[in-house]
């Protein structure tokens, strides 16, 4: 970083303004050093809109600072307030003596219509020029929803690639002692924020997954069917099986376009992957094999399924054509491979891996090629990707309690290149999270 | 269970002080039992000889578990049958032969050193390599379900071989 900024103030002394170098964050490179970013409160009309603008500016940083690629700097720090910004514009020598590059304002006002109307601003302080400058007229409950969509912004502009904060987490909430485990679906921003429950612990559940379309969640549930997989509308609360299957179904998983559910069925002791249109509940056969054959996952152009199977005497990685036809093993290494799942952006496959009694998560290209592992655990096990696939959550699992008679099940998020691993605080244990593709 | 064998066998205790004790005291005694309707002469002495106040009662869960053994076990990643298994199983197919209108759960575990999907289908496996060997033993497959449990409901918590290898287990369980 301190080369970045001698390089640019070196560039300030040699170019005119607007031939300067604008500021942007280099993804391509391996480790990335946090870009200082300075996010003043937003200027309110009035102390509740005030207020809010606090709040706002408060959950931007802290979701910016979380993705490690930003350093927000502290407020003590700041040259002008609020008031002085909205008054007299942003005094950018100012800023500039204090090492900003990046600055965020805003304010926010009551509309015409007595609705709010959030206007943020994106200034490069070096070349005193405005990156983004959006406004957003809405009601007041919808603040923090506004502030990740800014967040969203920002990060697009100063990476080049999409943001990932307007996005939620679906996961497994548990309870209670090992022998006895209480597990709930809950919802969440992916912040940790927002967070409610949608079963009521009654009936075991498994492996929620978002749909890649629709505010609906595929899970499996032990409920007095049997084991099975269900479906979920988030919008009606309402809870559907999903096909007439013999035997156990687990494992599912949505298409890209959402409209079809890949899922493993067991029947008599062997596991097959089958796929069921979800408009006319036909299911179609994929694989056909006395391995276990489970834990699909589509490319993101819904052509080929990434899924993992013992046919070859442990559990390795398998790619197929979406039919099942022209299956390739990708993984070679010691150990065992299990739930892959492939990237949004199609370039990964994340995975969980066993070897020497202890578990990794890690990636791999679609090939079989470039295999990276990103962190371990004495368990640690099935990744989700951020809808811009830069970011991976995952849960760990760790003996607690006299004896280790106790587990403790939390979740986690971490940068694709390893660095920035972070608890993703939850109201008790959770385990299988799942993200959401960026909110309608 | 416990309450009523407990009754039964106070009863007894009664009924053998009755003829034990001197006359007076027996008066006393036999005057306290004329209040409990249940204490006639053959009543609750036909009961006792119908049930085992040593052990479970025949023909159910607690009978199979105290007697023939409910669960085997298995080997790491593996669903086939020990030899120790085979010889349990051997008793319960005898068990459920005889106690003909009996119908049971296979449940299949898994130890929690596995991935959640993989476990889900792993625990099936041993369910039905169970129902398998109890079918081929003359048990009407109408009667065994089975379910995989994967490694949602472990036995024994521990982070040990020895607590691993009692999770990884097919527990059969009477309807």
Redesign the interface.
Same mark, same amino acid.
């Given at each position: 970083m301190i080369k970045n900024i001698v390089l640019l103030a070196f560039l300030f002394l040699i170019l005119p303004l607007s031939a300067r170098a604008e500021i942007r964050i280099d993804l391509t490179r391996g480790v990335v050093e946090p870009l200082p970013i300075a996010i003043s409160p937003f200027y309110g009309d009035d102390p509740s809109l005030g207020s809010l603008g606090r709040d706002m500016v408060g959950v931007i940083a802290s979701n910016l600072e979380n993705s490690g690629l930003f350093k927000p700097i502290n407020a003590s720090a700041f040259v002008q307030g609020p008031d002085s910004i909205a008054a007299d514009g942003v005094r950018f020598s100012e800023w500039r003596a204090t090492g900003t590059q990046a600055l965020v304002t805003g304010t926010a006002t009551k509309a015409a219509d007595g609705r709010t109307r959030v206007e943020f601003h994106l200034w490069d302080v070096l070349s005193e020029k405005q990156l983004v400058g959006t406004a957003y007229t809405t009601t007041p409950e919808n603040w923090r929803r506004i502030a990740h969509i800014i967040s969203d912004e920002i990060y697009k502009r100063l990476t080049g690639e999409e943001g990932y904060f307007d996005s939620r987490i679906v996961y497994v909430s548990e309870t209670g002692?090992?022998?006895?485990?209480v597990?709930r679906l809950a919802i969440m921003d992916q912040d940790g924020q927002n967070h409610k429950y949608l079963t009521d612990g009654r009936d075991?559940v498994?492996?929620p997954r978002f749909s890649p379309t629709e505010q609906k969640i595929t899970y499996?549930s032990?409920g007095n069917r049997?084991?099975r997989v269900y479906l979920y509308d988030i919008s009606t609360g309402r809870h559907e099986l999903l096909g007439d299957f013999p !035997?156990?179904t687990?494992?599912p998983r949505f298409s890209p376009d959402g409209r079809k559910v890949i899922m493993?069925q067991?029947t @008599?002791? @062997?596991?097959d992957i089958y796929e069921l249109d979800l408009a006319s509940k036909r299911k179609t056969r994929i694989t056909d094999n006395s391995a276990?054959d489970?834990?699909p996952s589509y490319s993101p152009d819904g052509r080929q399924i990434v899924f993992?199977s013992?046919r070859g005497g442990?559990?390795q990685l398998y790619t197929m054509n979406s039919s099942g036809g022209n299956v390739q093993r990708i993984t070679f290494g010691k150990g065992r491979y +299990? @739930?892959p799942v492939w990237s949004p952006r199609g370039d990964l496959i994340a995975f969980?891996r066993?070897y020497q009694?202890k578990f990794y998560i890690g990636v791999i290209r679609p090939d079989g090629s470039g295999e990276r592992l990103i962190t371990n655990a004495?368990?640690v096990? !099935?990744p989700t990707w951020s809808p811009n696939g830069r970011v991976l959550s995952y849960f760990k699992?760790r +003996?607690v309690g006299a004896?280790?008679?106790?587990?403790e099940a939390k979740i986690y998020t971490i940068d694709i290149t390893g660095y920035n691993e972070r608890w993703l605080r939850t109201p008790r244990d959770g385990s299988?999270p799942a993200w959401s593709p960026i909110n309608p | 269970m416990l309450a009523r064998t407990l009754m039964i066998f106070s009863a007894l205790l009664i009924v053998s002080a009755c003829s034990s004790t001197d006359d007076q005291t027996s008066m006393d005694a036999q005057g306290s039992m004329a209040s409990d309707s249940t204490m006639t002469a053959d009543g609750p002495l036909a009961d006792i000889y119908a049930q085992d106040v040593n052990g479970a009662t025949p023909g159910t869960q607690a009978d199979l578990t105290a007697n023939i053994g409910d669960r085997v076990f298995f080997g790491y990643d593996r669903y086939d049958l020990t030899p120790e298994a085979r010889t349990l199983l051997e008793g319960q197919a005898n068990w459920l032969n005889q106690y003909s209108n009996l119908n049971v759960t296979i449940e299949g575990h898994a130890d929690e050193r596995g991935t959640r999907e993989y476990n889900l289908a792993l625990s099936e496996r041993r369910a039905n390599s169970v129902k398998n060997y109890l079918i081929a033993l003359g048990v009407d497959p109408r009667r065994l379900n089975t379910i995989g449990y994967g490694k949602e409901r472990p036995a024994v918590v521990g982070a040990s071989e020895g607590s691993w290898a009692q999770n990884r287990r097919a527990v059969t369980t009477v309807q």
């Open positions: 002692p090992p022998q006895r485990r597990k075991l498994l492996t499996m032990f049997g084991p !035997g156990m687990f494992a493993s067991a @008599n002791g @062997n596991t276990i489970t834990a993992e013992d442990s559990q +299990a @739930n969980t066993m009694g004495y368990h096990e !099935g699992e +003996a004896g280790g008679t106790q587990r299988d | -």
